[in-house]
């Protein structure tokens, strides 16, 4: 029999914030399930109840981390004028985050390094990827460019090396780096449209 709270959407949601703060902050090998359901308050057979494994918690909370993530960088996004400056804001976005208490890179690329043979945890690592390449595609056409694929290629490139220069070197400023080059390109692929 699961305990009273195993479906309690709120129950859920505890789980899913500890998960967050534990494997965002110190890495997924290194969290227990013990962490987490101390964390959350709750017990062992609630977390089971709800996700069956911590696998499934892995792939649950960044199944919920990439729709916050890209919810709110689109939000970010959209808040600059069409064109250009939606490129723009795109680092201008990871700046703020990079200068969050806590930054400690990407949620994805670190689960995927850590997890080299959990495929179900870098499917998801890779379809947030897809997505902000999408992101990225749709930006660049937006701006006019012929080549919009080419220019979102280049622009991954500029916000993956943004990223992992901020967590790696604690470098809050590659961001700035990051949006020069990506007004440099613009520059070029608009001369070229």
């Known amino acids: 029999m ?23 902050g110190r890495g997924v090998r290194s969290v227990g399930v013990d962490d987490v359901v101390a964390a959350a308050r709750v017990a062992t057979k609630t977390l089971y109840a709800q996700f069956g494994s911590k696998d499934g918690l892995v792939e649950a909370y960044l199944r919920r981390r990439d729709q916050r993530w890209m919810d709110w960088l ?7 004028e ?9 680092f201008d976005a990871l700046g703020e ?3 969050e208490p806590g930054f400690n890179g990407c949620a ?6 850590e997890l080299v043979t959990h495929a179900a945890a870098r499917a998801v690592a890779r379809d947030h990827k897809r997505a902000l390449r999408a992101l990225l ?3 660049a056409a937006d701006t006019g460019a012929a ?15 943004a990223i992992v220069t901020a967590h790696v070197e ?9 949006r020069s080059a990506a007004a440099a390109l613009l520059q070029v692929h608009a001369a070229a449209a």
Not at 6 to 18: E, N
Not at 82 to 90: C, I, K, Q, T
Not at 108 to 113: D, L, P, S, W
């Open 2 to 24: 699961s305990p009273p709270d195993a479906r309690d959407p709120q129950v859920r949601t505890r789980l899913l914030d500890a998960a967050e703060r534990l494997f965002y």
């Open 74 to 80: 689109r939000a970010r996004v959209a808040e600059a």
């Open 82 to 90: 069409p064109g250009s400056p939606r490129v723009l804001a795109v």
């Open 97 to 99: 985050w990079f200068g």
């Open 108 to 113: 994805f690329v670190n689960v995927a390094g």
């Open 137 to 139: 595609a749709q930006l």
């Open 147 to 161: 080549d919009a694929g080419v220019l979102a290629d280049r622009l991954m490139l500029l916000v993956e090396g």
């Open 170 to 178: 604690g470098d809050p400023e590659a961001a700035l780096r990051g």
